[in-house]
């Protein structure tokens, strides 16, 4: 097994259940706002695939550099074992929704430039590009708890690069979720959902920053 998906395992293997729980209810109670169930999805970066099973839509994608995705994407789900900075697979123009969550901040400058490119490749025209990601701004302190987290990105940097790849930012929320689900969400999910409704709880604990950005001209 190589170090990248060592890590992963250590890190969520035995909470596989509890963050298929929380997804399914950031899901229903708030991206599926942004994704129309006749939509093509990709989730670039999925991990075990808890934002794409959990997402309605029309067609599934989810592409990550780990095997172990396929053991845990749904009947549905097309997993593509890639880079993603050179998803061949996905036919350009071809995609409504992109989704990506606590992903780039693994990757190098370079390597977070290749896969907007390629983002914007694939989705369609006015596709939409949604980010959830840690923002330094507001969680510097752990943000160096992860061994693999190799570039500090936050809200202005991370539009500042959709911006430069050709994409017009739509919307952005600074402070969304909490930086870990080893937070106090870990222990108290059944909360998430309160949390959702109530953004003046964002304003104080959130430390993760979620972008929306779409493909123009």
């Avoid at 880079?83 to 061949?88: E, I, N, Q, R």
């Avoid at 809200?155 to 050709?166: F, I, K, N, Y």
């Avoid at 964002?202 to 001209?217: D, L």
Wanted: hydrophobic share 40%; proline share 4%.
């Amino acid at each position: 097994m190589d170090m990248p998906a060592l890590i992963y395992r250590n890190r969520f293997g035995s909470e596989i259940d509890f963050r298929n729980r929380m997804w399914k209810t950031l899901c229903e109670h708030f991206f599926q706002r942004y994704v129309p169930q006749n939509a093509s999805v990709v989730d670039v970066g999925c991990g075990y695939c808890e934002f794409i099973n959990n997402i309605r839509c029309a067609k599934k994608i989810a592409v990550d550099v780990n095997p172990d995705a396929k053991k845990f994407a749904k009947v549905g789900v097309e997993v593509i074992i890639s880079d993603s900075t050179d998803m061949k697979s996905v036919m350009d123009n071809s995609v409504d929704i992109v989704f990506m969550s606590d992903f780039l901040e693994h990757l190098t400058k370079e390597s977070i430039i290749g896969t907007l490119r390629e983002i914007w490749r694939i989705l369609r025209p006015d596709g939409k590009l949604l980010i959830l990601q840690p923002n330094i701004r507001y969680c510097l302190r752990d943000y160096w708890m992860f061994f693999d987290h190799v570039t500090p990105l936050d809200d202005r940097s991370m539009s500042e690069a959709l911006r430069a790849t050709g994409f017009e930012v739509t919307e952005c929320r600074a402070r969304f979720l909490p930086f870990t689900t080893k937070s106090c969400l870990r222990n108290f999910a059944f909360l998430l959902r309160a949390y959702l409704k109530m953004p003046f709880l964002h304003r104080i604990f959130g430390q993760q920053a979620f972008i929306v950005a779409e493909k123009r001209g």
